[in-house]
């Protein structure tokens, strides 16, 4: 995916931040072993610096908080998609898998040129609440990418940061597993990599 798209609907796909996406075949876990997350519900607005006018806003689907849509919207680029997605634990981590339902024109002609959207339906996002609880998205493309190049998963890649998981949810959560709080931290390297996503909560769930 270009650099460019995929900044200007930062939200659009929600784990796919910033440059780079990872896409696999099988999720983090199973459906059936989700855990609830009821802060998530709500409107939330992106504060980043890299932010360009984006908003997610999380519907709980399920009485149980354990399933949820994401409605990620980009005024600035009349950008939009429709996800759906449950948490799945890794440790004390919790990792977001998400499907793609639906999104505008642009954005889902450049995924159906991608080639992978029914082979490789998942996409992921680490997330976290800080203390003035906002919700903080990271992106593990990079984690994922290096997996996959040394060989830790099985899986293809391409260009700087595109990868394509073919590997079992057991290893897919092993890898994440070994992060730890890094996924959270600030990348020191070039503008490509990797950057948590900061949003603040504008409306409570009805």
Partial sequence: ???ARIRAVAAVLFAVAL???AASKNPIGPENQAVSEPRLAGVWINESDRSSGDYLH???TADDNKRFQVVAVNHGDNAWAVLDG???????RRFVNLRLVAA????????????????HPFTFAAIAFDDDDHLVIANPVELLFA?????????????DYDVYIDDSSEKIAAVLGSAGSALFEESQNDENSQHPLHYRRVKEAP
């Fill in 1 to 3: 995916m270009r650099l």
């Fill in 19 to 21: 440059a780079g996406c």
């Fill in 104 to 119: 505008d024109t642009q954005t889902m002609a450049q995924i159906d040129k991608d080639g992978h959207k029914l082979s």
């Fill in 58 to 60: 999380i519907l709980a």
């Fill in 86 to 92: 449950y948490i799945t634990a890794v440790g004390d």
């Fill in 147 to 159: 997996a996959v190049k040394g060989g830790r998963l099985a899986g293809e890649t391409s260009g």
